[in-house]
Nanobody
C-alpha cells in the first residue's frame, strides 16, 4: 500500500495551496483517507478526513478554510487550503484507515511520506 502526496510548497499568508494524495495497492473493500499535519516541536494532529460514507470532517482550526474532495475512483483525495496563515505551516501527511466507519480517522494504518507547507 502506498500513499503519495504532492502539492506542498511555500505561500504567503492569505494564499492557497492544493495537496493531492494518490493511493495504490489497496485490496481492502473499505478504507478512509485524510490528512494530518505536524508542525516543528508539535505533535501530529488530524486535519480532515472522509468517513466510509464519503462525508468530510474537519478540525475546528481549518473548518471553513480547507476543503476535501475525492476523485471518482476513490483513490485520490485533494485538500484545498485557502486563507492560509503562519499557523498552518507544517508537514502534511496523507493517511488511510482500513475498516473505518462514520467519523474522523482515528488510527491510520498507512501514512504517506509527507509534503511540506510553509506559510510566511
Amino acid at each position: 500500500v502506498q500513499l503519495v502526496e504532492s502539492g506542498g510548497g511555500s505561500v504567503l499568508v492569505g494564499g492557497s495551496l492544493r495537496l493531492s494524495c494518490a493511493a495504490s495497492g489497496y485490496t481492502y473493500s473499505s478504507y478512509c483517507m485524510g490528512w494530518f499535519r505536524q508542525a516543528p516541536e508539535s505533535e501530529r494532529e488530524w486535519v480532515a478526513s472522509f468517513d466510509n460514507f464519503r462525508n468530510a470532517e474537519y478540525a475546528e482550526s481549518v473548518r471553513g478554510r480547507f476543503s476535501l474532495s475525492i476523485n471518482k475512483a476513490g483513490h485520490t483525495i485533494y485538500l484545498q487550503m485557502n486563507s492560509l496563515t503562519a499557523e498552518d505551516t507544517a508537514m502534511y501527511y496523507c493517511a488511510a484507515e482500513v475498516g473505518c466507519g462514520r467519523g474522523r480517522i482515528v488510527s491510520p494504518d498507512y501514512w504517506g511520506q509527507g509534503t511540506q507547507v510553509t506559510v510566511s
